[in-house]
């Protein structure tokens, strides 16, 4: 069942078109995002959307000045970006060795899980 896209026309709606539809939602998610604010430039809001300077690498991908609005997206660089978004998300996070999950790095002097109560020593 396909569901209305707030995209409505335009380049954004063409590049949405192109993907299959589990893709779809996932892209919807990204440029609602980016769209929510239409006059603010994308080196901003790609900010919040891309980890790092993953950003900024896109947007010197594409060529393209950290002012760009949103609406002045092609087609193509929809696509680029979401492709760009999908891996910066599907990257793994860092992991312990021995194939724990990370996290924070213990700040108080005891390894993970051995530190001792004050009580009862």
């Known amino acids: 069942m396909s569901r209305p896209t707030p995209l409505g026309d335009g380049p954004a709606a063409a590049a949405r078109a192109c993907l299959p539809e589990p893709?779809?939602?996932a892209f919807d998610r990204l440029a609602g995002a980016v769209l929510a604010s239409r006059s603010a430039p994308l080196g901003?809001?790609?900010?919040a959307q891309?980890?790092?300077t993953a950003g900024v690498r896109w947007l010197?991908?594409?060529?393209?000045?950290?002012t760009t609005r949103p609406t002045e997206l092609t087609s193509p660089q929809w696509l680029s970006l979401y492709e760009c978004w999908t891996h910066a998300h599907r990257a793994?996070?860092?992991q312990a060795p021995g194939g724990?999950?990370?996290?924070r790095p213990s700040t108080h002097g005891h390894a993970r899980g051995?530190?001792?109560p004050r009580w009862g020593q």
Do not use: K, V
Request: overall charge positive; hydrophobic content about 35%; proline content about 15%.
């Open 50 to 52: 891309l980890p790092g």
């Open 92 to 94: 793994p996070g860092r």
């Open 60 to 66: 010197r991908q594409e060529e393209l000045p950290p």
């Open 114 to 116: 051995t530190a001792r």
């Open 44 to 47: 901003a809001l790609l900010r």
């Open 23 to 25: 893709a779809a939602a």
């Open 100 to 103: 724990q999950g990370g996290g």
